[in-house]
């Protein structure tokens, strides 16, 4: 079975202070996917990034960075510079099976930027 | 270009009503799936389909829920007797390649 832990319910920090949302993974498959989405006050999931194993590079989209360790099961997400606009539920998931992709979400972290 | 499309987007249903919620994928997606999020928590896996073939519905908590997707293309998620604990939204997602696009959710409430 696969497991998404976020162990940071809440969040908040004041603007422009850079911030981490932590997750950490379980599987037993070699081959799998991991992503981050943003679900803002209305409601809807926006993609930020998917990762497969293989592929333990990090990434940076702007203010945006994320930190792929294998070794620690972790897949953590930095914000730099943070703005009001990045006020939001993030989700850490994760998908193991090409054909059947569902995704498996953790719990969430609730990130709150105070102007 | 249009994206998955939910409707309605809300419903209120008394307890023990039958509800059914729509949802429209973007053209051209195989694969179709159904998500519960309950109030602060992340989405849990309903069912999925690929084209009309409902091939997992591990997720479905009760004989109550009952998904179909007769054409291949929109699917219609439906509970019987709407129990209390059936309040939270309802998310379908759709994909190609690996990458999910979600639809807006119905936030369904059983009073």
């Known amino acids: 079975a696969q497991k998404v832990t976020q162990a940071q319910t809440e969040i908040s920090v004041v603007e422009k202070e850079d911030v981490t949302l932590d997750c950490v993974y379980e599987t037993r498959d070699t081959t799998y996917y991991l992503f981050w989405y943003k679900q803002p006050p209305s409601g809807e999931l926006v993609f930020l990034i998917r990762r497969n194993s293989f592929d333990e590079q990090n990434e940076i989209s702007g203010r945006y960075s994320w930190n792929f360790q294998k070794s620690t099961s972790s897949f953590n997400f930095t914000i730099t510079a943070s703005q009001v606009v990045d006020s939001a539920v993030y989700f850490c998931a994760l998908s193991v099976s090409v054909g059947n992709e569902k995704l498996t979400f953790g719990t969430g972290t609730r990130l709150t930027i105070i102007p | 270009g249009a994206g998955v499309s939910q409707s309605p987007r809300y419903k209120v249903a008394k307890r023990g009503q039958d509800v059914a919620l729509r949802c429209d994928p973007i053209s051209g997606h195989v694969s179709l799936f159904w998500y519960q999020q309950a109030l602060g928590q992340g989405p849990e896996f309903l069912t999925y389909f690929q084209n009309e073939a409902q091939l997992d519905k591990s997720g479905l908590p009760s004989d109550r829920f009952f998904a179909e997707r007769p054409e291949g293309s929109v699917s219609t998620l439906k509970i019987q007797r709407t129990q209390q604990e059936d309040s939270a939204v309802y998310l379908c997602?759709?994909?190609?390649?690996?990458?999910?696009?979600f639809g807006p959710g119905t936030r369904l409430t059983v009073t």
């Open positions: 997602a759709s994909s190609s390649r690996l990458l999910w696009d």
